[in-house]
């Protein structure tokens, strides 16, 4: 078996090193009696020369980045299973007790709703497999009886009705004095993955050097202590979060409150099958606010079956599909949702013309400029007040703020834990570069990707604390007869219009890290040409340490892998890749203060320079593909983008010229689209539609066959 695999390894196209270390972890998992358990499958997968899938299992350690390791569950070093959890653990155990010494330390547990059932369909489910069926709870209870092992005490929640999220975990290092926390979660991933992330004795992910010193840790790591979760239990070494505890938190928002007299709003909320019953919804109900759960998507569910596909992202507008169509039954005035850990707030308001969904960049200024302008109408702002969003988060928030004379600190690098760590440096030191101010001052923390915080209590992003502000904001301009859209069209009027793009570039494998480094080189190495038009006046690398200080570690250096472009005439187009999965994000803005007859023109322009600079990036790989294939969804890979272009097209082709009836053709679509992910034919309609619009004559001939294939509307 052994033997097959070398071979099989040796016929990919990846640079030897990699085969080699691929080889060497699938051999150690193959003769080693620890892993045992996972022969058959491998054999399997060996048997069905899945050796790109075997490669991906086994050529590394799954990162350690951005506080913690985050992925697939599976078998392999490369995957999330109790070998990378727990090693993850003890790592954390020998770094806490490297800072804080051998005295009794404590730390706070918290899981989401996941549970591993192979939804991707990657293992032989007639075979044993002993990773099928782990939830979030099964790791987080590993992960406690690792502490307990090394005499480190671990608060978590009891009971399977309970579960904790990422901001109540934020909130209970803080509250207890805990020397850390660890989140078991994917956030808003696929339901076939998890994670653990780590947090620090402040209640935020740890920042450079910090992080680095940890994963070094985890990487040194060569045995590890545990007991049985139940023998902990009795040891005394585990502890409950109660219900007071869970009070408190929901008080830390409740705090944050302008306007109690305004919760006469009615919302239509989902925590998509995640944990934010414990936070939005718990807020908004100790608040008094008339607050209604999406049946469906109410119940803790890590499969997230009611969800389009499968895919819990407040960030995703089809993730409120449900949640709107009972807003639109109920007659309520907006639906909020959460991702399963609910850090993450979404926004959609009902409106004349269809449903408006909010996007993160919407969501922060809105809040921005109800905290600022109604607490300096009455007179309640802080000696120093500031905001803090990151670079890529609109540019609004600062004009509203300035508009006030509110401080801004808004060129932080992509990740809340940037946030965390300006409120933490103003805590222990009263300023953060030219800002001199305390925590006290702070009004509100953004990034563009749904994350808000609204109080200092926490040091990570709170669904619960926005979601309570806009309702108070809803039910103000409720009574006036107007809703959060409205209230937009007058923030963009006095403070100025800005229009944000965003595009993702999904990459496979190896191969796709490895492509993904070759983009952001170029970036590095030549100068774009003219996008929409604008040519580059001015870039900024984030790696030049003569401009962003040095750079402290290779987390560091991670983080700051970000290049930004300056263009002519406002437009900026910031570059990165992800910090949690294969892929490169673009970011794009422009805007300023403009007449309302430019507003459409804006848009215009940002949807062009989106697609012209997913176009030339791609163009360095000599990858060139029709508009048609950039349509489609976000969340289809570059590969299966190519696969579209090349193939798929010219197949659906034949297909319809074959005069298959519609429900044969869907029937063959979903086989076809499989490998695209969940939904496939969903997937791909905004491509059909694209072939439409264009005027494609097989298509047009076709027209009404796809449309009632691929559920397009007229």
Same mark, same amino acid.
């Given at each position: ?38 022969? $058959? ?39 999330? @299973? ?39 369909? @990657? ?14 709870? !099964? ?29 109540? +975990? ?23 993955? @998890? ?35 139940? &023998? ?95 807003? /639109? ?37 809105? +809040? ?38 509110? $401080? ?12 965390? &760590?300006? =409120? ?12 001199? $101010? ?8 953004? &990034? ?21 502000? +806009? ?85 560091? /250096? ?12 406002? =437009? ?23 007449? /309302? ?54 197949? +659906? ?25 969940? !939904? ?17 004559? !097989? ?16």
């Amino acid at each position: 078996m052994l033997a097959d695999a070398e071979k099989g390894f040796a016929g990919l196209t990846v640079p030897e090193s990699v085969r080699a270390t691929a080889f060497a972890n699938l051999r150690r998992w193959w003769e080693d009696a620890a892993y045992a358990v996972y022969r $058959a499958q491998l054999q399997r997968l060996i048997e069905q020369q899945r050796w790109d899938f075997l490669l991906d299992s086994f050529y590394r350690v799954i990162p350690f980045g951005t506080g913690g390791r985050r992925g697939p569950v599976g078998i392999g070093v490369n995957r999330i @299973n109790p070998y990378t959890v727990t090693t993850s653990v003890q790592g954390h155990v020998d770094y806490l007790r490297r800072h804080h010494g051998t005295g009794t330390l404590r730390v706070v547990i918290a899981f989401d709703c996941r549970i591993f059932n192979d939804l991707r369909g @990657n293992y032989d489910r007639a075979i044993s497999n002993p990773l099928l069926g782990l939830r979030s709870r !099964d790791f987080a209870r590993l992960a406690a009886g690792v502490y307990a092992a090394n005499g480190i005490a671990v608060c978590s929640v009891s009971g399977d009705e309970l579960l904790l999220s990422t901001p109540e +975990l934020s909130f209970a290092v803080r509250h207890l004095g805990a020397a850390g926390g660890l989140n078991i979660s994917a956030s808003h991933n696929h339901p076939d993955d @998890n994670g653990a992330k780590f947090y620090t004795d402040y209640g935020g992910q740890p920042v450079a050097p910090h992080d680095e010193e940890m994963a070094d840790a985890v990487a040194a790591v060569q045995q590890v202590a545990s007991m049985p979760f139940e &023998e902990a239990v009795r040891a005394g070494l585990v502890t409950w979060w109660s219900a007071a505890d869970h009070d408190a938190y929901l008080d830390a928002s409740l705090q944050r409150s302008i306007d109690p007299n305004a919760r006469d709003a009615f919302i239509m909320y989902s925590p998509l099958n995640g944990t934010g019953r414990r936070t939005v919804y718990d807020v908004l109900v100790k608040a008094g606010v008339r607050v209604a759960l999406v049946p469906s998507q109410a119940d803790y569910d890590g499969e997230f079956p009611q969800v389009k596909y499968r895919i819990p992202n407040p960030e995703v507008p089809e993730a409120f599909e449900l949640a709107n169509a009972a807003a /639109r039954a109920e007659h309520a005035d907006a639906s909020f949702t959460t991702d399963p850990d609910a850090d993450r707030l979404g926004v959609a308001v009902p409106t004349t013309t269809g449903d408006r969904f909010l996007t993160g960049n919407e969501i922060g200024a809105l +809040l921005t400029a109800y905290i600022i302008e109604s607490r300096a109408a009455g007179g309640t702002l802080p000696a120093h007040p500031f905001i803090v969003k990151t670079g890529v988060t609109t540019e609004l928030m600062t004009a509203i703020a300035r508009g006030h004379n509110v $401080a801004v600190i808004g060129d932080l690098l992509v990740g809340f834990k940037y946030v965390a &760590e300006v =409120l933490e440096t103003l805590a222990n030191t009263g300023r953060y570069g030219g800002l001199r $101010a305390t925590p006290d001052d702070f009004l509100i923390g953004a &990034e563009e990707s749904n994350g808000v915080l609204v109080t200092p209590a926490l040091r990570d992003k709170d669904a619960a604390g926005g979601a309570l502000l +806009l309702t108070e904001r809803i039910a103000q301009l409720k009574r006036d007869g107007k809703t959060l859209v409205d209230d937009l069209d007058r923030i963009h009027e006095r403070y100025g219009y800005f229009a944000h793009g965003a595009y993702s570039l999904i990459m496979e494998g190896v191969i796709g890290l490895q492509r993904i480094e070759d983009m952001m080189a170029a970036l590095r190495t030549g100068t774009p040409p003219p996008i929409a038009g604008r040519r580059v006046e001015r870039t900024i690398d984030y790696w030049d340490e003569r401009a962003h200080g040095p750079i402290k570690s290779g987390t560091d /250096r991670a983080s700051r892998n970000v290049v930004a472009f300056y263009f002519e005439h406002g =437009l900026k187009i910031t570059a990165r890749p992800s910090g949690t999965e294969a892929k490169l994000k673009i970011y794009v803005e422009a805007g300023g203060r403009v007449e /309302r007859g430019q507003r459409a023109e804006i848009d215009a322009l940002v949807r062009e320079a989106t697609l012209q600079m997913a176009e030339y990036l791609l163009g360095t790989l000599d990858v060139r593909l029709p508009r048609a294939a950039l349509a489609l969804s976000q969340l289809v890979s570059v590969e299966n983008r190519v696969d579209f272009a090349e193939r798929f097209l010219g197949e +659906l082709h034949t297909q319809l010229n074959s005069g298959l009836r519609t429900d044969s053709l869907v029937e063959w679509l979903d086989q076809r689209l499989a490998r695209y992910g969940k !939904d496939g034919r969903f997937l791909v309609a905004p491509g059909i539609r694209a072939c439409l619009d264009d005027g494609q004559p !097989d298509f047009i001939r076709h027209a009404e066959t796809l449309r009632a294939a691929f559920q397009l509307a007229q």
